[in-house]
């Protein structure tokens, strides 16, 4: 049973930092591209950053710089490094796996994913 469990979540003020932890279970973790998306209230999902397999990593242009994805083989897990936060990235955080090896952009189309987590809420107060 595959399982994708988001924590680090939280209320933050503008400016400031946060880092989301994603832990994988059920897959190969190591082969897999893993994905951080977003939603916000009457939005729809969107792309935030990837790291493929290799290491090699894509971000959506309204993060590069603030944001920052890595991974850790060997604790199958994946993190997003949030910082300089904005309102704006008021959002549900979900992680995302997906086995094939694609281009990198391809990695921020939603639909090539196969497993997601449940979420977890980033607030972030003006």
């Known amino acids: 049973q595959v399982q994708l469990v988001e924590s680090g979540g939280g209320l933050v003020q503008a400016g400031g930092s946060l880092r989301l932890t994603c832990a994988a279970s059920?897959?190969?973790?190591?082969?897999?591209?893993m994905g951080w998306f977003r939603q916000a209230p009457g939005k729809e999902r969107e792309f935030v950053a990837a790291i493929a397999w290799s290491g090699s990593t894509y971000y959506q242009d309204s993060v590069k710089g603030r944001f920052t994805i890595s991974r850790d083989n060997a604790q199958n897990t994946v993190y997003l490094q949030m910082s300089s936060l904005k309102p704006e990235d008021t959002a549900v955080y979900y992680c995302a796996a997906e086995a094939t090896v694609r281009p990198l952009r391809q990695l921020a189309l939603a639909y090539n994913y196969d497993y997601w987590g449940q979420g977890t809420q980033v607030t972030v107060s003006s």
């Open positions: 059920g897959i190969t973790f190591s082969t897999y591209a």
